[in-house]
């Protein structure tokens, strides 16, 4: 039987030829566009900070951090959860890796603060489950093509951090599909622990209303500067 | 620099020595303790139940399911969340894997539903974290173990199904450590819908209250029987 490879994306889109550069090392005064349906990935070094800007104010970002020099180690929410004793992290928080080491800090959020730590990041597999015929772009495929892009693979597809998603939880358990409350040109900043590759990916869900209630997924952008 | 595999333990515990047979077969008609503070595997074919049991009541345990022909596909708490629409499977609900397939189903629940789908499993770097000096038994290194002692290696640690852990969300964002609910005898029930490996590990932690407040963690029984 043909076995599951984590880094091969079930199919191609633009993410493949998203590269900044050969290793993803961003120019430091240049705002880089993440295109709508894509991903992209962005190299930082310790103390770097990383800005992700949402122009349209509906687009939710998913976010993944691997430790550059072993991406076995990467941000994961489960273990966020247990350090910080919440599932939404707030600026000025954090964020661990699978190895409870500090990853990433979240430096700053001019949003009101409803993000996702609970939710898988879309795949095909989602969109033939919700219907959809054909290649659908999806934020697994962008991760790894976003890592391909730079001469990476990821070793597994961790659960991302759903940035400006919005998930409420109800009665303590029940989860909801519902459009991001942030607005347009709300801001995250997160701080490098280590070095670390990062992947941004402009989710491409356009059937539930998680980017909006317009289904309408827009670009992101971003730029990178020194502590 | 070292890098880190997933598959190999922190220190070495008794769940090294934990197979019920070569491969983890389960005998059909035997009922088997899982040792306070350690881990064991179980092998399932397609259609075959698992049926865990807490003598003690207060006993939390850390549980994963690996597809038996190809271990990169396990049982994901972040993929039923988006399946199930909750944090908080029941009895009867069936539960996906990071390719949002059908593994486990979870067909009965004696206890009155308080399982943790949220946190990580406890592992060498949270016992430190909490200040125990030397080592620490831990699911993590109990989950490696058992799979060792099977011929198997663990592809990664994935977020475990905690069940009879209660771990309360509070204003929908903030958790809560607390004792679990559950009671003397209670059981849950699984069916394997492909071939599993499954991975209980008798939790022990005894920082926090998480396996009641006396902080003495206990043994687990399980039984397999076919449909």
Redesign the interface.
């Known amino acids: 039987?043909t076995?599951?490879?984590?880094s091969q994306p079930d199919g191609f889109n633009e993410s493949l030829d998203s590269a900044i550069s050969a290793d993803g090392t961003p120019h430091p005064t240049k705002r880089y566009t993440i295109p709508a349906r894509c991903g992209v990935a962005a190299r930082l070094n310790t103390g770097q900070k990383l800005t992700i800007c949402n122009p349209s104010g509906w687009q939710v970002c998913d976010f993944w951090a691997f430790n550059a020099?072993?991406m076995?180690?990467f941000m994961?929410?489960?273990?966020i959860?247990?350090d910080l004793?919440?599932?939404?992290p707030k600026g000025g928080d954090r964020l661990v890796s699978?190895?409870?080491?500090p990853i990433l800090t979240f430096t700053h959020d001019s949003s009101s603060g409803i993000h996702d730590t609970?939710?898988?990041c879309c795949?095909s597999?989602?969109y033939q489950?919700l219907g959809h015929a054909g290649y659908h772009h999806n934020c697994a495929d962008n991760l790894r093509q976003a890592l391909l892009a730079i001469g990476q693979k990821a070793?597994?597809?961790p659960?991302p951090f759903n940035i400006w998603m919005n998930v409420?939880?109800r009665s303590?358990?029940?989860?909801?599909w519902a459009p991001p409350v942030s607005k347009p040109g709300d801001t995250v900043t997160f701080r490098a622990e280590i070095p670390v590759l990062t992947v941004m990916s402009a989710c491409p869900q356009d059937i539930t209303p998680v980017n909006g209630n317009e289904n309408a997924p827009t670009s992101l952008e971003f730029f990178v500067d020194d502590e």
Chains 1, 2 share one sequence.
């Open positions: 039987m076995k599951y490879d984590p020099e072993d076995h180690e994961s929410m489960e273990h959860h247990t004793l919440s599932v939404s699978n190895l409870r080491n609970l939710v898988a795949d597999h989602r489950q070793p597994l597809v659960a409420p939880i303590g358990e029940g989860l909801e």
